[in-house]
């Protein structure tokens, strides 16, 4: 079974300053990777994703991921922070052949960014 | 186009009540999901529906929950008997067909008393 683990729970940054949320996932074939964004009182937004093809994946906002399949990671990274950004961000993993069919998510990394 | 939309956003109701969450995919979407996101977790994932399939149940943690769906429209999360454990965010998403990106509505967060 799949599962994901994001090492840091509470991360705290100067604006301005660059940004990697950590995500680990566990699964026996190529996986389907997300991050997905939570602010306060919205619903999850999709920053990006990889499929399949180059593993340096670009998403919105400026986010950007890099797939390395020999570390089973799928790290997020921003060269510059916005106090926009603070928030809860969510890796997943989905199965690949099911299709993006049940997520399984990580437990989250709440993002505080200080002024 | 409008984007997934749940109701209500917030539900308070006394332990032992039986409550109904509602879930509005976006128009078009095959696919629609449940997931459960307790205060300060990760989301699970309840139940899923494809089309005209049968629905995946594997993620529903009791018999108390149960979700319907009717075609490729409206779903409804129904939970009997209401815990205390039961109070959680509870989220709704949608995509075109399996194997597309879940669009997620803004969650109805129960509480039970």
Known sequence: AQSVTQPD???TVSEGASLELRCNYSYGATPYLFWY???PGQGLQLLLKYFSG????QGIKGFEAEFKRSQS???LRKPSVHWSDAAEYFCAVGAQGQGAQ???FGQGTRLTINP | GAGVSQSPSNKVTEKGKDVELRCDPISGHTALYWYRQRLG???EF???FQGNSAPDKSGLPSDRFS???TGESVSTLTIQRTQQEDSAVYLCASTRTAGDTQYFGPGTRLTVL
Do not use: C, M, P, W
């Open chain 1, 54 to 57: 180059d593993t340096l994946v």
């Open chain 1, 73 to 75: 990671s799928f790290n």
């Open chain 2, 67 to 69: 979700a319907e769906r």
């Open chain 1, 37 to 39: 964004v939570q602010s």
């Open chain 1, 9 to 11: 729970i509470h991360i």
């Open chain 1, 102 to 104: 049940k997520l399984v």
């Open chain 2, 46 to 48: 309840l139940i899923y």
């Open chain 2, 41 to 43: 977790q990760g989301l």
